[in-house]
């Protein structure tokens, strides 16, 4: 084993106080999204707007997209950083602030009119969405350089359990606001109470001690992002197939958005149900999160994304034959193992394909060419819910989630492993 460089030294020096505010940030945003969650609180505050389907799944949609469009646009950038956190503090505060906005518009509301806030809200929706996208790519480096390699899966597992802990009990929180107060106060108090806890997230965040590396060899004339990107596509197979399961997985799991509004129009549930429902989706995205991580480093990333697509396949068929409200409870536990699969492990599967030079261009390919299924698939499976009914949805959505689970089964291989193998082969190659 070799020795560790001065920039190595330094990160393991830092290495428990990087995870505290690491896991302390989690927690604090967690908490803000479980007051104005994506999957629950924000599309029942769109559907006091409007009935439509199509609308209402893409909430989570644009969020979603506007969170991996731009990574690979910042590639370039963000690999010529030698640190990465002011690039990172300054971008949040874009995904941040909107909130705000959010409160002002439920506060607003009866005076402004529905179409008028129908269309703030979305715009909304929409610089929140881009403002992430727009700091994915360096967090992800950054934690990415700050956590050693074999604890990657399980410091992103532990922080996104710590983040569905706080938000399992912000929902159920929120659920009782929005049974206790009246128009428009209700969702006003929650999107408030998420600025409050998003604040205390930066401030967490910005405790974060990232070295300057002084090692990092950085071209002087950089190619154009596509070139970087293109030479990837060209001779990583493994990638390409990985990149097909992520576009999928968009599709696999479109009927997931309209969980919530089917259960509120076919069996009548009340505020207070879609808070415990919220509760038991994150609770349970907190325990596969712990397990999935730790697990993943162990045992590999793949396997647990396809464990992820078994039970978003479980998760689909249940809703597509549910006879009643209390069948939503595995149905939301099994989807939150399928989320967790498809964006923790599979965050930590994208930047074990690389080094740290070529990093930003893997995570940017993996993030940005999925953006159009995200943005596609919530439309598609809203259009077919509007005009033939959720339950097609689900079933379309059950279909897909087994072909996703085939390509990852037969086609893709661990990068770590395969990786590993590659390099064995190519240092036999050389050495003949």
């Keep these: 084993m070799l020795p560790f460089t001065t920039l190595e030294k330094k990160i393991r020096e830092d290495l428990r106080f990087n995870i505290k505010v690491g896991l302390l940030d989690g927690g604090m945003f967690g908490a803000a999204l479980g007051f104005a969650s994506f999957g629950t609180i924000l599309p029942l505050f769109v559907a006091t ?35 990465y956190k002011r690039t990172v503090l300054m971008a949040t505060i874009h995904e941040r602030i909107p909130f705000l906005g959010f409160a002002i518009v439920a506060l607003l509301l009866p005076t402004i009119g529905l ?38 899966g399980t410091f992103f597992g532990t922080q996104a359990a710590v983040a569905n802990l706080f938000i399992s009990g912000a929902a159920v929180g929120a659920g009782y606001l929005l049974d206790g107060y009246d128009s428009p106060f209700d969702f006003t108090v929650c999107f408030l109470i998420a600025s409050v806890f998003f604040t205390f997230s930066w401030f967490a965040l910005a405790l974060t001690r990232e070295p300057v590396d002084h090692e990092k060899v950085i071209e002087e004339n950089p190619l154009p992002f596509w070139h970087g990107a293109s030479r990837i596509l060209k001779r ?63 045992v590999g990333h793949r396997a647990m994304l396809i464990i992820g697509a078994a039970a978003g396949t ?91 689970m085939a390509i990852l089964f ?6 770590r492993k395969h990786i590993y193998a590659r390099g064995a082969v190519l240092g036999a190659e050389d050495g003949a």
């Design 49 to 83: 707007m409007t009935d439509s389907a199509t609308l209402i799944g893409l909430v989570p949609a644009i969020h979603s997209a506007g969170w991996l469009l731009p990574q690979l646009f910042t590639a370039n950038y963000t690999a010529r950083l030698r640190r």
């Design 314 to 404: 479980l998760s689909s068929f249940l809703a597509w034959i549910a006879p009643s409200l209390a069948w939503f409870f595995p149905i939301f536990v099994l989807s939150g193992f399928a989320n967790v699969s498809i964006w923790t492990n599979g965050m930590t599967m994208t930047v074990d394909f690389s080094g740290e030079n070529e990093r930003p261009f893997y995570i940017g390919l993996a993030q940005t060419l999925t953006a159009p299924a995200t943005i596609i698939a919530p439309l598609i499976g809203g259009w077919i819910a509007d005009t033939q009914g959720f339950v097609l949805t689900f079933a379309l959505s059950t279909i897909l989630s087994i072909v996703m």
């Design 236 to 298: 990583d197979s493994n990638f390409n197939w990985f990149l097909i399961a992520r576009a999928l997985s968009q599709f696999a799991t479109m009927g997931f958005a309209f969980y919530i509004v089917y259960a509120l129009r076919r069996f009548q549930m009340d505020e207070v149900t879609a808070g415990y429902l919220t509760a038991a989706l994150t609770i349970s995205q907190t325990v596969a999160n712990a397990g999935m991580g730790w697990l993943g480093d162990r």
């Design 115 to 152: 179409q008028a806030g129908l269309i703030i809200t979305f715009l909304l929706l929409t610089w929140q969405g881009l403002g992430g996208g727009f700091t994915a790519n360096g967090w992800t480096s950054m934690i990415s350089k700050i956590i050693p390699p074999e604890s990657r």
């Design 410 to 415: 037969f086609l893709v291989k661990e990068p």
